[in-house]
């Protein structure tokens, strides 16, 4: 476990917001640190891909319509992403437990961010320092080379703790709970996923009555059993209907120019 732990940690500090190596954020931050992504991962990692998968797609749901405006950071996503990924797939207990256990996982998160945030000025001004005292190489060391090894501990060893350790008593810990808390722990893992649909639904749907196609794909999943091939077929038909029947838009000049021709005949 040595090794998966140590992997798993490479991995979530490769995917970090402030790591530049994949692409920048293309590649880690926007790639790595989706829980859809980091599921199948830490699911070849850990041996398991069927289940790492599935955490990550619930996981991936809850988290689906996160926003860091201005810096502010709900939840930490590389933390969701990773350690929490990882030890609700050793906890034996279904996704909803797994879903209960990332998201406050992800609220623990913020912290060491933060964290790492301050260390980060503590660098920028030392590299200010060197700036003023023409230290180009104190500049490179503080700008770059610095606030990554901060930000690889700061990733690597909580990450690496939580699954080295989590893999010896996350089963015994889980199973020592009362049932009560196990099973609110389910509801709660239910329903987060839930409650990530509705906000990218608020942030997408414009008008009350687009709620229909959405709709339309429940009742295709839940009463009609399709895939997702056949889903996506259906959504592409609505798609296209919707762009080439609906109204054109009325401009406001529109009403004045047709004042005008109008008055041309007189």
């Known amino acids: 476990m040595f090794i998966e732990a140590a992997l798993i940690g490479i991995l979530c500090y490769l995917g970090a917001l402030t790591t530049p190596w994949l692409l920048g954020l293309t590649g880690g931050w926007y790639t790595l640190s989706r829980p859809l992504v980091s599921g199948m991962l830490v699911g070849i990692v850990l041996g398991d891909v069927q289940t790492g998968i599935m955490v990550g797609v619930a996981v991936q749901a809850v988290y689906i319509a996160m926003v860091t405006p201005g810096g502010s950071m709900p939840a930490d996503l590389n933390f969701v992403a990773y350690p929490a990924v990882a030890l609700g797939v ?112 608020k942030q997408i749907i414009k008008e009350s009555s687009m709620l229909i196609y959405f709709l339309v794909g429940f009742v295709g999943i839940v009463f009609l059993n399709l895939n997702m091939v056949g889903l996506v077929m259906i959504g592409a038909l609505f798609a296209l209907l919707h762009y080439n029947y609906k109204p054109e838009p009325q401009t406001a000049n529109s009403a004045p120019a047709q004042l005008a021709d109008d008055e041309d005949e007189f």
Do not use: C
């Not at 003023?132 to 090894?149: C, H, M, R, T, W």
């Open 90 to 201: 050793m906890s034996g207990q279904g996704v909803e437990v797994a879903v209960a256990i990332a998201a406050t996982i992800g609220i623990a998160g913020t912290i060491i961010f933060n964290i790492m945030l301050v260390f980060n000025s503590y660098w920028n001004h030392r590299a200010d320092l060197a700036i003023e005292a023409g230290d180009e190489k104190g500049v490179y060391l503080n700008s770059a080379i610095f606030p990554q090894i901060t930000n690889f501990l700061m990733r690597f060893i909580p990450t690496f703790i939580a699954v080295y350790f989590g893999h010896q008593y996350i089963e015994g810990f889980m199973a020592s709970l009362p049932e009560l808390i196990l099973n609110t722990m389910t509801i709660l893992g239910g329903i987060l996923p839930a409650v990530g649909i509705a906000i990218l639904l």
